[in-house]
T-cell receptor, first 116, second 113 residues
Framework: DAGVTQSPTHLIKTRGQQVTLRCSPI?????VSWYQQVLGQGPQFIFQ???????GRGNFPDRFSARQFPNYSSELNVNALLLGDSALYLC???????????????FGPGTRLTVT | GENVEQHPSTLSVQEGDSAVIKCTYS??????FPWYKQELGKRPQLIID?????GEKKDQRIAVTLNKTAKHFSLHITETQPEDSAVYFC????????????FGSGTRLQVQP
């Protein structure tokens, strides 16, 4: 099976612009989570989606939004970019059947966003 | 919310030695504890995980222990090899409801040949 894929690999944007990042989960996985990883730190949780519904949100401003499509792929949108948004954005997928069992999360390669 | 602390931030060992990385968590409801290995410029890779109903889990040279009373868990790597050099992250996840992972700050492990 193919792993989690993300696009684009790298992106350079200017302050104030908007960006859309994309993620395709592992086949059969219905849950997608987004994380922000600033250089030298651990990933920080932004959103989790399951069956097209938001199931969790981290401590990020409303400039960050996301959605999940019927094929379980997902997009992360960031508006009004700030210099501090420069980071590696990681997508993780998991089975998450909703039965209460935690399934493993597998990460994609990430999108490196640079805001100038 | 959950808070995960990880120590040490850097660890240098000789090839063949053992390495131990420790994490503590704050939320007593946390019940899933994965460990990820991240090589430079690459994605975090799940290397081992443990659930709250067991105290220890092994996979070849890697083992994880969990002490729920003390709210800490540790990663043990035996017979280290140069390819073990990477940044290691611990994480904790709470059920039900919030299924997000809260990560530690990472440990840079360097294995000297």
């Amino acid at each position: 099976d193919a792993g989690v894929t993300q696009s684009p690999t790298h992106l350079i944007k200017t302050r104030g612009q908007q960006v859309t990042l994309r993620c395709s989960p592992i086949s059969g996985h219905k849950s997608v989570s987004w994380y922000q990883q600033v250089l030298g730190q651990g990933p920080q949780f932004i959103f989790q989606y399951y069956e097209k519904e938001e199931r969790g949100r981290g401590n990020f401003p409303d400039r960050f939004s996301a959605r999940q499509f019927p094929n379980y792929s997902s997009e992360l949108n960031v508006n009004a970019l700030l210099l501090g948004d420069s980071a590696l954005y990681l997508c993780a997928s998991s089975k998450h059947t909703g039965t209460g069992v935690v399934y493993e999360q597998y990460f994609g390669p990430g999108t490196r966003l640079t805001v100038t | 919310g959950e808070n995960v602390e990880q120590h040490p931030s850097t660890l240098s060992v000789q090839e063949g030695d053992s390495a131990v990385i420790k994490c503590t968590y704050s939320d007593s409801a946390s019940n899933y504890f994965p460990w990820y290995k991240q090589e430079l410029g690459k994605r975090p890779q799940l290397i081992i995980d443990i659930r709250s109903n067991v105290g220890e889990k092994k996979d070849q040279r890697i083992a994880v222990t969990l002490n729920k009373t003390a709210k800490h868990f540790s990663l043990h790597i035996t017979e280290t090899q140069p390819e073990d050099s990477a940044v290691y992250f611990c994480a904790a996840s709470t059920l039900p409801g919030r299924r997000a992972l809260t990560f530690g700050s990472g440990t840079r492990l360097q294995v000297q040949p």
